[in-house]
């Protein structure tokens, strides 16, 4: 069962404009989340997190929301770059942190 | 800087063979994971280690064992590899922030 869940496989996005990318999980007891960035042909880099004491984490052109009682996150690029095309992940941890769920990914593609 | 690197970018084997992935990590981190990863299905956990000699299976441990002799290397062995095991097999550790640190990745084809 998906705990984390990326609904999205795919967004296209002028650049210069908003890429908004989502996630939503089912476990109230997830506490921390964390978005990943993945370019082909290399492992996953840590991008941004948020605590769920949080509402909002912002990080320059990045910014993770958190919206509790529904059970979503979602991640804002603005302005989008060419250089941001790439597959991101959202992941929480579980229990003592050494679980991670991590969604099934969205491609993002940024059009010069 | 954390580095995790894999033994292999790119490998191919027969089916039946017995295949080992290494990793190694020089940031004294004690948590590494192994995940596989598929298109449409995300990063999926294999096996992870707390501790030297420690393991726990993941959400898809069948057809794999791991082997953790010392705190810096962690390995994923393949018993007897077959087609569906044909991916991509992603080494991870954690550091106390819970941000994981990813290798590069082995493209694993197996035929």
């Known amino acids: 069962d998906q705990q984390v869940k990326q609904n999205s496989p795919s967004l296209s996005v002028q650049e210069g404009r908003i890429s908004i990318l989502n996630c939503d999980y089912t476990?109230?007891?997830?506490?921390?989340f964390l978005w990943y960035k993945k370019y082909p042909a290399e492992g996953p880099t840590f991008l941004i997190s948020i605590s769920s004491i949080k509402d909002k984490n912002e990080d320059g052109r990045f910014t993770v929301f958190l919206n509790k009682s529904a059970k979503h996150l979602s991640l804002h690029i603005v302005p989008s770059q060419p250089g941001d095309s790439a597959v991101y992940f959202c992941a929480a941890p579980f229990l003592t942190g050494n679980q991670f769920y991590f969604g099934t990914g969205t491609s993002l593609t940024v059009i010069p | 800087d954390v580095k995790v690197t894999q033994s292999s970018r790119y490998l191919v084997k027969r089916t039946g063979e017995k295949v080992f992935l290494e990793c190694v990590q020089d940031?004294?981190?004690?948590?590494m994971f192994w995940y596989r990863q598929d298109p449409g299905l995300g990063l999926r956990l294999i096996y992870f280690?707390?501790?030297?000699?420690?393991?726990e299976k993941g959400d898809i441990p069948e057809g794999y064992s791991v082997s953790r002799e010392k705190k810096e290397r962690f390995s994923l062995i393949l018993e007897s590899a077959s087609t569906n095991q044909t991916s991509t097999y992603l080494c991870?550790?954690?550091?106390?922030?819970?941000?994981?640190?990813f290798g590069p990745g082995t493209r694993l084809t197996v035929t």
């Open positions: 476990n109230s007891m997830f506490d921390y």
């Open positions: 940031m004294d981190h004690e948590n």
């Open positions: 280690s707390y501790d030297v000699k420690m393991k």
């Open positions: 991870a550790t954690l550091s106390w922030s819970y941000e994981q640190y």
